[in-house]
């Protein structure tokens, strides 16, 4: 299978990134290398560099098939490795990095990935098709686990019941396939809900996001790519639920932050002084246009950031 994956908000992205043609770039999710393309055909070939990063190895396939002859290295790497993996190319500073957060087109169409609950298939959801798997979190897990992380990072109201659901599922036979798991989440939210929409989606998004780290990860890298940014760098970054935007949100809105004295205070005596500046005071969202072409972008939302 094809390793496709549109690229969301492409012309937004290269453009709120502001590409110097000697600059060094990252890409931290390269993905179907369609952001990294057009990021690494705008550098100059003797002076620019882009370094294209993804923990998935048929991603690290596919990209270094599609940026041969650009100025472009890929390595097979978590987004939150950006400091090794400048480290190891003695890079100090970069003028831009690029994150396009969860799963691509790609993983949620080839069925033996395990992600969608539209194909049955093994319960894999590994993006990096190492470590623990889905399987592993939906068969050793507590119901207070499941319970916990279905409503956390689900943000589903029927968590418990599913999650009660699951364990009593299982002391049957192991829950295997994402048809089996699709089945148990249908049948404990109450008909109405089926009825409206299919009630798998959270409880997939929470899994996935349990089995790969996703928020831990996010954390880790937001604080390290924006430290890696010279000044004037930019970090620019898509995510496609509250969870990671809120996320995205909150800590950029820490880097803008000066003074933190109380206000009583007549003077600051602390000393602190913004780190960066908003380029995007409110985020950016797909064209009408984009979400025609491709409806999987319509919970995608793109805030940049640059450091002062």
């Not at 940026?67 to 950006?82: D, F």
């Not at 100090?92 to 990935?113: C, F, I, P």
């Not at 109450?190 to 929409?197: A, D, F, I, T």
């Amino acid at each position: 299978m094809e390793f496709v994956h549109y690229s969301v908000m492409l012309r937004e992205c290269i453009e709120g990134l502001d590409i110097k043609p000697d600059g060094i770039y990252v890409d931290g999710t390269v993905g179907g290398a369609g952001h990294s393309r057009q990021i690494a055909s705008r550098l100059d070939p003797d002076k620019g560099l882009l370094i294209a990063l993804d923990r998935d190895p048929e991603a690290v396939a596919t990209a270094y098939e599609r940026l041969a002859g650009l100025p472009a290295k890929v390595v097979r790497a978590n987004y939150s490795e950006i400091r090794r993996v400048l480290d190891e190319d003695q890079v100090d500073k970069v003028d831009g990095v690029l994150l396009d957060l969860g799963v691509s087109s790609y993983q949620l169409d080839n069925a033996e990935r395990g992600f969608s609950y539209h194909k049955d298939a093994p319960l894999d959801m590994r993006m990096s098709k190492e470590g623990v798997s889905a399987w592993d979190i939906v068969n050793r897990s507590s119901a207070e686990e499941l319970s916990r992380w279905i409503f956390e990072y689900g943000e589903e109201k029927f968590a418990r019941s599913i999650a009660s659901n699951i364990v009593k599922a299982r002391e049957t036979a192991p829950i295997n396939t994402t048809f089996e798991l699709a089945e148990i989440v249908k049948n404990s939210v109450p008909q109405k809900v089926r009825r409206l929409k299919n009630p798998c989606k959270k409880t997939f998004q929470a899994i996935r996001i349990v089995v790969n780290d996703e928020l831990g990860h996010l954390s880790r890298a937001l604080e390290s790519a924006f430290e890696c940014l010279k000044p004037g760098g930019r970090l620019a970054v898509i995510s496609f639920h509250s969870l990671e935007d809120r996320m995205v949100k909150v800590t950029f809105a820490s880097y803008t932050k000066g003074c933190i004295c109380p206000p009583e205070f007549p003077v600051c005596v602390c000393g602190r002084k913004p780190r960066g500046r908003l380029v995007t005071r409110k985020p950016i969202e797909p064209s009408d246009a984009e979400l025609a072409e491709n409806n999987r972008s319509r919970s995608a939302k793109l805030r940049i950031i640059e450091k002062l």
